[in-house]
T-cell receptor, first 117, second 112 residues
């Protein structure tokens, strides 16, 4: 299957700082990538849809100024958590899928565990 | 938008027994229903999927059924093994893109 790589796998930062997480599709071009957030023992909640070359589409309740998403190329999307606070501590996972919309499976990155002190 | 409900939240079975997890979805336009297995601290892994033009699909000990009319789909695991213990998520994808909405998850425990 297709490979999606995410970096870093874990990060610890101080409150008020910004953290950038990268998501790369290694063997296919991803026009669209998705960012999910997962709290402990909870489901994956879709945060935003990242579209190459255009602005991301955010789900209701997700602050676009706090969670900056950039999709500058067909293989890279980044999520920047700005002015992070302890409540932003979570597992962030990106996903992408090759092929036409409505077909094909999604492939997930390894996830990035963010801890804000 | 799409809403996916999943039951039960926790399921405990004896090794060798069957496990069934059920989901419902709200958007009749959804046409793709994957099931993911997630182990602690790891990424979700696709275990089986079904499309809206199919009523049932089987892969060894795992099967999925879909009732489009009722907007129900279910995961069946037979002859469960301890290594099946994990969290299982159902999901539904709309026809407009890859946007995939997940159920709340089922924590499966298989007791040896």
């Amino acid at each position: 299957g297709a490979v999606v790589s995410q970096h870093p796998s874990w990060v610890i930062c101080k409150s008020g700082t910004s953290v950038k997480i990268e998501c790369r599709s290694l063997d296919f071009q991803a026009t669209t990538m998705f960012w999910y957030r997962q709290f402990p023992k909870q489901s994956l909640m879709l945060m935003a849809t990242s579209n190459e070359g255009s602005k991301a589409t955010y789900e209701q309740g997700v602050e676009k100024d706090k969670f900056l998403i950039n999709h500058a190329s067909l293989t890279l999307s980044t999520l920047t958590v700005t002015s992070a606070h302890p409540e932003d501590s979570s597992f962030y996972i990106c996903s992408a899928g090759p092929g036409q919309s409505g077909t094909g499976e999604l492939f997930f990155g390894e996830g990035s565990r963010l801890t804000v002190l | 938008g799409e809403n996916v409900e999943q039951h039960p939240s926790t399921l405990s079975v004896q090794e060798g027994d069957s496990a069934v997890i059920k989901c419902t979805y709200s958007d009749s336009a959804s046409n793709y229903f994957p099931w993911y297995k997630q182990e602690l601290g790891k990424r979700p892994q696709l275990i089986i999927d079904i499309r809206s033009n199919v009523g049932e699909k089987k892969d060894q000990r795992i099967a999925v059924t879909l009732n489009k009319t009722a907007k129900h789909f279910s995961l069946h695991i037979t002859e469960t093994q301890p290594e099946d213990s994990a969290v299982y998520f159902c999901a539904a994808r709309d026809t407009g893109g890859f946007k995939t909405i997940f159920g709340a998850g089922t924590r499966l425990f298989v007791k040896a």
